[in-house]
């Protein structure tokens, strides 16, 4: 099997509070959250890991929450290339109401690398790309945002490096750069319905998704909560796929679109290319992802949920 | 001068983290936190050490929020040494409403020490007393919580530890550690008007600071919030004394416990005994502190904050 490598630029500790009753305003005493190595592009690779799809993730470390984040990550068992920068490592705090209130995330922006340390995360995912005795490289999934004053053309150069080495790439972020990397001819994007509107400034998901594939985008899937996902087709311009489960599933949405971003990186690279498949697949993880209590794992009702799944294709020419 | 010894057996990582409008269930976006050196006798030894006394600060430190607290305590010039520990030092995190809000704080419970660790550091605290070529120790302060599973005789030996070198000892914490401190024969106990009724189980703040005394502690200073502070002395059964600024100040209070012990440190290491002196140099300096927006510091403003204070004699006999 070929392998998935992700990156992630702006990787964070997720510290998760377990808080029996949160008063705003008031002082309260926790017990010592759960510590996780978190961002996007982990996420994936966890997940894909999970279901034995040899992964690689590259991720930027640093700081001591850098270092915290590569002790959690080496214990996980997931592969991984991390390349080392000055600016210390954000954290993402969740503080979860367990007598029953909301959970209350705050995520840290993250700080600005050095052009020498984008160039060494270039470097990694090159070298991640040549193999050099590892399994080849059968896709690239570049995900989450970008920390402040990252080139423009980050996830753009990651589509090249990608195509360059003959494989497909998917990027899963949110702003300019889901422009920038449709423009640059990314395989598959992955927004979700307000991340898309907010990029494109369109007011329907159609033709906000034509849109990228207008500028170059093959395929974009759209992640739009509990209705579901959908996908767009640069092959199939008279229509797109939708895939949903007969009744939503509740439970834990962070992490779902990367369990989808995994499943669609890990049909990619064992060859498969029919969209109607991928969606499948994408939208299967993505609900059995939604079952667990944390982001970066699935459950393994993926299978069963995926025979569930209502997939139409919507004739819209 | 004569070196204040301070001892902070459950330091914390503060990280304070401005929030531009805090919605209780929602996802924030904030900029990195400021990251501080947390813990009351930190605390304790940052403002005397501003102040310009000799100060050594004992803690404990492990892992990477240890190395977090390390690195901020060397850069803030406060002499210190820290006994490594295996588990991780605790974080304490304030959520600061920017948006006019309030500021809800989240402090983890810490974990348990090992007790070759806890020998370690009642160790350090023989070698601080010893000297060796440091100036001598005027004053030995025991300050904050302790640990899950701590020794309940850990306060207690301190005391004992600052008797067999000839000074006094100071303790300021909560529970049933302020008991064994004050049977164990503390100079100075700096409880607050609530941990003074939790630990007491009494009603009144007299009944409650007398009781301690009957336990064997010398002098008893109560901090009581707007109502500024009073102080119970062995010496004097007759009444207290109470110190209060004409009008309350507004600021944060963060801290303004720990900045009245860093002057009644200062004074015993000085050699002052008066208690009324102590009592007004504490006011002062605790008022001082709210006027700061971070724990540690006080405001130049201390001496002329002590010239305005009431202070009078309540004879209740």
């Given at each position: 099997m070929k392998r998935i490598v992700t990156v992630t630029p702006n990787p964070a500790v997720d510290l998760t509070y377990h808080v029996p009753g949160i008063t705003p305003g008031a002082s309260h005493r926790v017990p010592a959250p759960m510590s996780r190595a978190g961002g996007k592009g982990l996420n994936v690779a966890r997940?894909?890991?999970?279901?034995?799809?040899?992964?690689?993730?590259?991720?930027?470390t640093g700081g001591a929450a850098g270092q915290t984040l590569a002790a959690e990550l080496w214990t996980s068992g997931v592969?991984?290339?991390?390349?080392?920068?000055?600016?210390?490592?954000?954290?993402?705090?969740?503080?979860?109401?367990?007598?029953?209130?909301?959970?209350?995330?705050?995520?840290?922006?993250?700080?600005p690398l050095r052009p020498a340390e984008w160039q060494a995360l270039a470097d990694a995912v090159v070298e991640a790309l040549n193999g050099n005795g590892a399994p080849?490289?059968?896709?690239?999934?570049?995900?989450?945002?970008?920390?402040?004053?990252?080139?423009?053309?980050?996830?753009?150069?990651?589509?090249?490096?990608?195509?360059?080495a003959g494989i497909p790439a998917i990027v899963?972020?949110?702003?300019?750069?889901?422009?920038?990397?449709?423009t640059a001819g990314a395989d598959i994007l992955k927004p979700n319905h307000h991340e898309l509107f907010e990029a494109t400034g369109e007011r329907s998901l159609e033709a906000a998704a034509w849109f990228l594939i207008g500028l170059g985008a093959r395929t974009v899937l759209v992640s739009a909560g509990a209705e579901g996902m959908l996908a767009f087709d640069h092959a199939a311009p008279g229509g797109y796929w939708s895939a949903r489960l007969p009744e939503p599933l509740s439970g834990n949405p962070t992490g779902a679109g990367d369990a989808g971003v995994a499943a669609a990186a890990a049909a990619l690279a064992e060859g498969i290319t029919d969209t109607r498949e991928i969606l499948r697949r994408a939208t299967a993880w993505s609900a059995a992802a939604v079952l667990m209590p944390a982001a970066g794992e699935i459950?393994?009702?993926?299978?069963?949920?995926?025979?569930?799944?209502?997939?139409?294709?919507?004739?819209?020419r």
């Amino acid at each position: 099997m070929k392998r998935i490598v992700t990156v992630t630029p702006n990787p964070a500790v997720d510290l998760t509070y377990h808080v029996p009753g949160i008063t705003p305003g008031a002082s309260h005493r926790v017990p010592a959250p759960m510590s996780r190595a978190g961002g996007k592009g982990l996420n994936v690779a966890r997940v894909a890991h999970q279901l034995g799809h040899p992964v690689l993730a590259i991720a930027t470390t640093g700081g001591a929450a850098g270092q915290t984040l590569a002790a959690e990550l080496w214990t996980s068992g997931v592969p991984h290339t991390l390349v080392a920068v000055a600016a210390e490592t954000r954290r993402s705090i969740a503080l979860v109401d367990t007598a029953g209130g909301e959970t209350s995330i705050f995520n840290e922006e993250g700080q600005p690398l050095r052009p020498a340390e984008w160039q060494a995360l270039a470097d990694a995912v090159v070298e991640a790309l040549n193999g050099n005795g590892a399994p080849p490289a059968g896709v690239l999934v570049g995900s989450g945002s970008l920390p402040p004053g990252a080139p423009e053309d980050f996830y753009p150069s990651l589509v090249r490096l990608a195509h360059d080495a003959g494989i497909p790439a998917i990027v899963d972020t949110s702003g300019s750069g889901i422009i920038a990397a449709a423009t640059a001819g990314a395989d598959i994007l992955k927004p979700n319905h307000h991340e898309l509107f907010e990029a494109t400034g369109e007011r329907s998901l159609e033709a906000a998704a034509w849109f990228l594939i207008g500028l170059g985008a093959r395929t974009v899937l759209v992640s739009a909560g509990a209705e579901g996902m959908l996908a767009f087709d640069h092959a199939a311009p008279g229509g797109y796929w939708s895939a949903r489960l007969p009744e939503p599933l509740s439970g834990n949405p962070t992490g779902a679109g990367d369990a989808g971003v995994a499943a669609a990186a890990a049909a990619l690279a064992e060859g498969i290319t029919d969209t109607r498949e991928i969606l499948r697949r994408a939208t299967a993880w993505s609900a059995a992802a939604v079952l667990m209590p944390a982001a970066g794992e699935i459950s393994p009702r993926y299978r069963e949920l995926e025979e569930q799944l209502i997939v139409t294709w919507k004739e819209t020419r």
